[in-house]
């Protein structure tokens, strides 16, 4: 599957944005998405991720409360809404998928994902 992120930008602190997901080349079905960013000189980091089926989510400290990932699998996307934006919060977001056994919940670690979109970079003003 291949996958494209959008919707990044440059915004104030304190302000919204939504990014996508758009997989192309096969569904999504099966596929559980994750979004990772990566600061300037800093390593990759997991900050949520959705099943396929109980859609269930996971969310890293740092975002949980302010970012809500969600799926439309009709349109074979993949959607993060970030609130109350913060400098920290700086970074080229990217979308990946894996498949997830039954059952168990979708992991944040960036090495378990194996299918990678080009990133979108959101920068965030103080």
């Known amino acids: 599957v291949q996958l494209q992120a959008s919707g990044g930008g440059l915004v104030q602190t304190g302000r919204s944005l939504r990014l996508s997901c758009a997989a192309s080349?096969?569904?999504?079905?099966?596929?559980?998405v994750g979004w990772f960013r990566q600061a300037p000189g800093k390593e990759r980091e997991g900050i949520s991720c959705?099943?396929?089926?109980?859609?269930?989510?996971n969310y890293a400290a740092s975002v949980k409360g302010r970012f809500t990932i969600s799926r439309d699998d009709a349109k074979n996307t993949v959607y993060l809404q970030m609130t109350n934006l913060k400098p920290e919060d700086t970074g080229v977001y990217y979308c990946?998928?894996?498949?997830?056994?039954?059952?168990?919940?979708?992991?944040?670690?960036?090495?378990?994902?194996?299918?990678w979109g080009q990133g979108t970079q959101v920068t965030v003003s103080s």
């Open positions: 990946a998928a894996e498949v997830v056994p039954t059952g168990r919940l979708c992991s944040l670690s960036a090495a378990l994902f194996g299918s």
């Open positions: 080349g096969s569904t999504l079905t099966y596929y559980a």
């Open positions: 959705i099943n396929y089926g109980d859609v269930r989510t």
